[in-house]
């Protein structure tokens, strides 16, 4: 996508889930704005990984921690105000999603998805929104699926939660509106990443679902990251409460 800039130098950017997939993606591309960047995930292994990729040097602050729970997420913000003194955007892009069907869901499973889904994202977005109400300016981006729009087989608490992201987008949007923090989400269609895998991987499934795309081919990380970034850019300050659609049209020819 060539050299584009987003003019993020020097701001601080959270991202949640950034140890691999479109997170990781999105951080890259970060710090390769010279923004700073805090990163965060369960796994320490998982994390000390993507450092050793990013090579963000002072500029990327990585922080373990489970965003569906409270303390956590206290202590991922504390961390990140004591090392950059401030929070100028958060990223929502934590998401996890366990094969199954609604009406006989285990209720464990439901928890466990919506917990780490629209649970993790209000817990940061509070926190973030918080942040930024006090000091007037922010975006907060929130990363969902075109699963919240429509059903999908055995994705259905994964869309019950991601639709619960975009309503949230909506209301916070409206919260924090008079304080100028902008706050949106992207929905893309599959992604290449270890997440979606067992779909893509095979060759039968990734030709009907592609059949479903107009542009002919799933999103690749990147198709996700640009966006992300634009969203948390000045260019978007007249942008707030909306889900942009990156799914190749899908949505556009099968809602």
């Known amino acids: 996508m060539g050299n584009l800039s987003y003019d993020l130098a020097g701001k601080v950017v959270m991202v949640t889930g950034a140890s691999r997939g479109i ?31 990013l090579k963000g040097g002072d500029n990327l602050l990585a922080v373990s921690a489970h965003v569906a729970k409270e303390g956590d997420v206290n202590a991922l913000f504390d961390q990140a105000l004591a090392r950059f003194g401030t929070v100028d955007a958060l990223i929502n892009n934590v998401g996890m999603n366990i094969v199954t069907g609604t009406v006989d869901a285990d209720f464990g499973v439901w928890k466990k998805i919506v917990d780490s889904n629209l649970n ?43 639709a619960g992201i975009e309503m949230m987008t909506r209301v916070i949007a409206q919260e924090l509106a008079p304080f100028n923090v902008q706050v949106n989400a992207l929905a893309p269609c599959m992604v290449r990443t270890k997440f979606s895998e067992p779909f893509w991987s095979n060759p039968e499934i990734y030709a009907q679902i592609v059949k479903t795309i107009p542009l002919g081919r799933i999103a690749e990380p990147a198709d996700v990251a640009h966006p992300a970034l634009f969203l948390c850019s000045a260019a978007a300050d007249f942008i707030t409460g909306q889900t942009l659609n990156v799914d190749g049209g899908a949505t556009a020819v099968s809602i």
């Open 23 to 53: 997170g990781l993606e999105i951080a890259r591309l970060l710090i390769a704005q010279e923004a700073r960047v805090v990163i965060c995930s369960r796994k320490t292994e998982g994390l000390d990984a993507a450092v050793a990729e």
């Open 120 to 162: 993790g994202a209000f817990l940061c977005s509070r926190k973030a929104g918080q942040i930024m109400r006090e000091k007037q300016t922010g975006k907060i981006v929130s990363i969902t699926s075109i699963a919240a729009q429509k059903a999908a087989p055995f994705m259905g608490v994964y869309g019950i939660a991601k």
